[in-house]
Nanobody, 122 residues
Framework: VQLQAFGGGLVQTGGSLRLSCATS????????MGWFRQAPGREREFVATRSSRGVTTYANSVKGRFTISGDIPKNTLYLQMNDLKSEDTAVYYC?????????????????WGQGTLVTVSS
């Protein structure tokens, strides 16, 4: 399966952005999908995930500000980001795996999109 993330851009502190992730290829399965981000000089970190059964989990740093959603049968994924902070600046990646659990680690995902840059200016 191929993933493509888009929707990033430049936004001021306190602003909002909505990221989207589209899938193509072998999409007959319901995938667990997630968002990760990587800031310059830092490791890729977990942001949010939606299991193939619809269970959502968030990193503490984004809880209450970000909302993950999407259509499970269509394997689409969105990330609504509100009240953005400078520390949210990063390249955001969407990822997918065929497992039925809730996955927070990068190593749990088999498929990755190319990333979309989010820059929050103060």
């Amino acid at each position: 399966v191929q993933l493509q993330a888009f929707g990033g851009g430049l936004v001021q502190t306190g602003g909002s952005l909505r990221l989207s992730c589209a899938t193509s290829g072998r999409t007959e399965y319901n995938y667990a999908m997630g968002w990760f981000r990587q800031a310059p000089g830092r490791e890729r970190e977990f942001v949010a995930t939606r299991s193939s059964r619809g269970v959502t989990t968030y990193a503490n740093s984004v809880k209450g500000r970000f909302t993950i959603s999407g259509d499970i049968p269509k394997n689409t994924l969105y990330l609504q980001m509100n009240d953005l902070k400078s520390e949210d600046t990063a390249v955001y990646y969407c990822a997918a795996t065929r497992g039925s659990g809730v996955y927070l680690r990068t190593g749990s995902y088999d498929y990755w999109g190319q990333g979309t840059l989010v820059t929050v200016s103060s």
